[in-house]
């Protein structure tokens, strides 16, 4: 998490959004400095930030899920900058993430499975992450799709005139073409299920091929159930497991 009292913003860091580049872009020219963990949410700094704080400009990230869930797989086959296998990086993950890293991390690693087999066996549930916390109520919200545009426009929103391009880093090695090409007929269908109710939320769509965009009512259901459990775990449970 990045925050400036000289210019009154708050940039909160959503993992694989472009977070990486932009908090260094942030810190590097735009007076940006690191506080509570990179990865701490909105709710984290409402607990301790003075009231003039509060109002300062928040923006944050957003991503397809679909290009999400084909990064984080190429994360755990090319096993990006040794964080699944640098003691060093791997003891600063929070348990629940270690576990489940450790477990992807190694189905992928020994089985040499291919997306598809690695979507089928850890992508089971609707779909989202803690954007669900707050994003709702930022000031910009940048889309990973366009992030140079929506940076320079967040840095203009905030009064800052952009001094250059945001740069590219952390970028995942190992992808080729678009990541539609990842998901096969056989896997389409659990893809609408499980990435659907997040996509209508944020505005995305599936490819035209696809099929039929709605979201069955019974999906959404599902989506809105999950999330009541995961956002007492992302307010109150987090930080300790």
């Known amino acids: 998490m990045i925050i400036s009292h000289t210019y009154r913003y708050l940039f909160v860091e959503l993992p694989r959004t472009g977070s990486t580049a932009i908090s260094r872009e942030l810190r590097a020219h735009y007076d940006g400095k690191p506080i509570l963990s990179k990865h701490a949410t909105y709710c984290d700094f409402l607990k301790s930030a003075s009231a003039e704080e509060k109002k300062y400009l928040v923006f944050a990230g957003i991503r397809n899920p679909l290009d999400d869930a084909v990064s984080h797989y190429f994360k755990y086959k090319t096993d990006h900058r040794q964080q699944f296998t640098d003691p060093r990086k791997v003891g600063k993950k929070r348990m629940s993430i270690y576990y489940f890293d450790k477990l992807a991390f190694h189905f992928v690693r020994q089985r040499s499975a291919d997306f598809p087999t ?3 066996t850890f992508y089971k549930i609707p779909y989202n992450n803690w954007s669900q916390l707050s994003h709702k109520q930022f000031d910009f919200i940048l889309r ?26 952390n970028r995942t090695s190992g992808k080729a073409g678009d990541f539609w090409s990842y998901y096969t007929p056989e896997i389409i269908p659990r893809a609408r299920r499980i990435f659907g109710p997040f996509m209508k939320q944020w505005g995305y769509q599936f490819p035209p091929e696809w099929g039929p965009t ?9 989506f809105d159930v999950f999330n ?14």
């Open 118 to 120: 690695f979507f089928k």
């Open 144 to 169: 990973f799709e366009s992030i140079q545009d929506d940076f320079a426009s967040a840095l203009e929103l905030i009064g800052i005139q952009p001094i250059r391009p945001l740069p590219i880093v």
């Open 214 to 222: 709605e979201v069955p009512w019974w999906n959404q259901l599902e």
């Open 228 to 241: 009541v459990f995961r956002s007492i775990y992302w307010k109150h449970l987090k930080a300790y497991l």
